[in-house]
């Protein structure tokens, strides 16, 4: 997913760092392989905006380029500057600015809402049917609040581990790792009924 | 990682479900825009050559340096000429206070007044002219002889300056006691109204100063308090002890133009 390949993590920090030095050629690469996930993070949350603030993550990233080094993670990096420019958004936007930094659900108990979950990973084949429930799972990513659905997406499209998703979003691995387990729950129990017809 | 909550079916189902990508019109810009990053650094090294940017910093700090000793070097000179004009600055505020002022001792103390005087005039006249005329201004019109009070007015209104360096030339010179005849020099040149008549007098100065000196022993007053003592013998009637005055003043300060109400018999 982020890197596209197995080598794809140091790979993109030896592309970002040619690109710095002048190889256009590897931001076109770079960004080939980075676009459609960063685009998708940016519509879980913007929607319809998304693409202009594509455009800016991405214009701060060339912009970023000659102070580029490597000290983390490319895709790190990366998901910061597209989280802050998140947060831009939802200021300029007079959104609680809050939202996605504390939104979580204290009330729900995710390890309590995982226990009522058998997720006992049944095969595949008994699943999902994955064409009929997309929108049904994105539907239900879309009522996750903003800090446990970027959360996830941050894990399933950027490929970021807990603490790759608490540096990204400025909180300690332990919320990192709470927001990731509320979404997960509520997921699955959103789309539980999909569950049972596909699995039972 | 290891730890890490994950829900293997539910990533797979979010991904099949997850397909979006950005415009093609959206890559088109951001690609361009990052070549064009690229491709404007080499204009930029041509356009600021090298060579500038290393001395830039050296040629500031010379520019400054040479700035700094020329300004340097001006003060210095001005410092150098500064204690010059105040010498002829002094000089006829004595003349011009008269008798309270100090500066005529110097040339009794001194033996030749005429060397006293001219002092200013010949080495530094070129300097020492200007600031020594722009005072002397305000003090031509006391001089004048129709208004003697003005005289006095303005040299009251003026004694707050005067007086610092009246006290100052005082203490350098206080035994000579000679002070009434210092007024002399001052009425004497500046009394022709005019700057033609000024320079006149003050081409005159020599000689006049040399018969002022004269007069000095029987000149115990200030013209001006000698001349209103004469006025008020003649109100008085004592007509005879006016003219023994005013004969006496003649002597003394055979130059000064006496006021018409005086000069009338």
């Known amino acids: 997913m982020a890197g596209g390949n197995a080598d794809g ?15 256009a050629g590897a931001f076109d690469r770079l960004y080939a392989r980075h676009k459609g ?14 693409e202009e603030l594509a455009q800016d993550v991405w214009m701060r990233v060339i912009h970023a380029r000659g102070g580029y080094d490597v000290r983390a993670k490319f895709t790190t990096w990366l998901y ?17 600015t809050a939202r996605l930094a504390t939104a979580d659900d204290p009330e729900d108990d995710p390890d309590a809402i995982l226990e009522d979950q058998p997720h006992p990973d049944p095969p595949p084949d008994r699943l999902l ?5 997309a929108a049904r799972i994105l539907a239900a990513l879309d009522l996750l609040p903003d800090a446990q659905r970027e959360a996830f997406v941050l894990q399933q499209e950027g490929g970021l581990s807990v603490e790759e998703i608490a540096t990204v979003t400025g909180v300690n691995r332990e919320t990192a790792k709470s927001r990731l387990r509320y979404a997960l729950a509520k997921l699955r129990t959103a789309l539980a009924d999909l569950r049972q017809e596909h699995g039972t | 990682m290891n730890d890490d909550p994950r829900d293997r079916e539910l990533g797979e189902a979010y991904r099949e479900a997850s397909r979006e990508t950005p415009p093609a019109d959206l890559d088109a810009r951001i690609l ?9 650094r080499p204009e930029d090294a041509v356009r600021r050559p090298r060579w500038i940017d290393r001395f ?6 010379a520019a400054t340096a040479l700035i700094a000793v020329t300004l340097s070097l001006m003060v210095d000179d001005e410092t150098r000429r500064e204690p010059e004009p105040d010498a002829p600055v002094a000089a006829p ?9 100090a500066p005529a001792p110097a040339p009794a103390a001194s033996g030749p007044a005429p060397s006293r005087e001219r002092a200013p005039a010949p080495a530094e006249a070129r300097r020492a002219a200007p600031p020594a005329e722009a005072p002397a201004a305000p003090a031509a019109p006391p001089a004048a002889v129709r208004d003697m009070q003005r005289v006095e007015t303005e040299a009251a ?62 000149s115990p007053r200030a013209p001006a308090a000698w001349l209103e003592d004469i006025r008020r013998l003649r109100a008085e009637g004592r007509l005879a002890e006016a003219e023994e005055a005013l004969a006496a003043f003649r002597r003394a300060y055979p130059d000064y133009p006496l006021p018409p109400d005086l000069a009338r018999p």
Do not use: C
Request: no cysteine; hydrophobic share 40%.
């Open chain 1, 129 to 133: 049917e994955r064409r009929e429930s």
């Open chain 1, 80 to 96: 910061t500057i597209a989280h802050n420019r998140l947060m831009d958004h939802f200021r300029a936007r007079g959104r609680e």
């Open chain 2, 32 to 40: 361009a825009a990052a070549h064009r990053a690229v491709d404007a």
């Open chain 2, 93 to 101: 505020r004595d003349d011009a206070w008269g008798s309270r002022s």
């Open chain 2, 56 to 61: 830039r910093l050296p040629l500031a700090v």
């Open chain 1, 9 to 23: 993590a140091a790979a993109d920090e030896v592309l970002m760092l040619a690109y710095r030095d002048g190889d």
């Open chain 1, 37 to 50: 996930p960063v685009y998708r993070y940016l519509r879980r949350h913007a929607h319809d905006q998304a």
């Open chain 2, 157 to 218: 209104a003026g004694a707050p300056r005067a007086t610092g360096s009246a006290a100052g030339n005082a203490v350098s010179v206080p035994a000579t006691g000679a002070a009434p005849p210092a007024p002399m020099a001052a009425p004497a040149a500046d009394s022709p109204p005019g700057a033609a008549s000024r320079e006149r007098a003050a081409q005159e100065r020599p000689s006049r100063l040399t018969r002022d000196d004269a007069a000095k022993a029987e």
